[in-house]
């Protein structure tokens, strides 16, 4: 007699991870100096896809702008690499989601106070696009899947179930070179206020070069 198998339960809402909310016990991250050289660095002309079909050039903006850097974003019906026990544990990692929304709810606060968006990671572009379209991210995401600028700038990564992922920093940039960095940062979810606070004390950026009028590093689209 061939013994009855059951069907497959689809996994309901609340079942589904919660990637909003941090855990409080978390380990905290420190400072191992991995980004000491980043301020005043120059950036390589790199192009980026980013999640709304433009490719970006870093080195090309002239604007202040805000490059959120984080390791990986997950979804809620898939766990992270390595399971969310490992993931938890690994200083810095968790907290993704809720940065790239509070980044996104103090998107109009950035922006008036002269300064653009984007998030970056070593995700596929189609995999980045997905988490702009559900996080409904008003600003691009970038896509450095081949490590190029994660190399170029000598970025602090770590090394998961087979992935390379960038550890969590923010550069502040301005007419192609980096002016400020943030690392680590914790607690993600209030990152987005702790570089308002920033912006709000900081100088104007340095004038552009007569002649040069160009506030975007937008390649156009592939």
């Known amino acids: 007699m061939a013994l009855a198998t059951e069907a497959p339960v689809e996994m309901t809402m609340s079942q589904r991870r919660d990637y909003l909310t941090l855990p409080t016990d978390l380990p905290v ?7 000491d050289h980043l301020t005043g660095f120059h950036l390589p002309s790199i192009p980026l896809t980013a999640t709304n079909g433009d490719t970006v050039d870093l080195a090309q903006i002239r604007r202040r702008t805000i490059i959120y850097i984080y390791p990986r974003t997950g979804t809620p019906d898939a766990e992270p690499p390595g399971g969310e026990v490992a993931w938890n544990a690994i ?3 968790r907290g993704c989601t809720p940065e790239s929304c509070a980044f996104r709810d103090h998107y109009a606060e950035l922006q ?5 968006v ?3 990671s070593t995700q596929t572009a189609n995999e980045q696009r997905e988490v702009a379209s559900r996080l409904h991210l008003p600003f691009p995401l970038l896509s ?11 970025l602090p990564t770590f090394e998961v179930d ?5 550890k969590r920093l923010t550069l502040v940039i301005a007419d ?11 607690p993600p979810d209030r990152h987005a206020e702790q ?12 004038r552009l070069s007569a002649g040069d009028g160009s506030t975007s590093g937008r390649c156009g689209r592939r």
């Open 118 to 120: 984007y998030g970056l």
């Open 112 to 116: 008036a106070l002269g300064s653009d």
């Open 91 to 93: 200083p810095g990692a």
């Open 162 to 166: 087979g992935h390379s992922l960038i």
């Open 176 to 186: 192609g070179q980096v002016e400020h960095v943030f690392y680590p940062v914790f």
């Open 144 to 154: 450095d899947a081949d490590l190029a600028l994660t190399r170029a700038l000598r």
């Open 29 to 35: 991250p420190t400072d191992d100096g991995a980004t």
């Open 195 to 206: 570089v308002l606070a920033w912006l709000e004390a900081a100088e104007p950026p340095a």
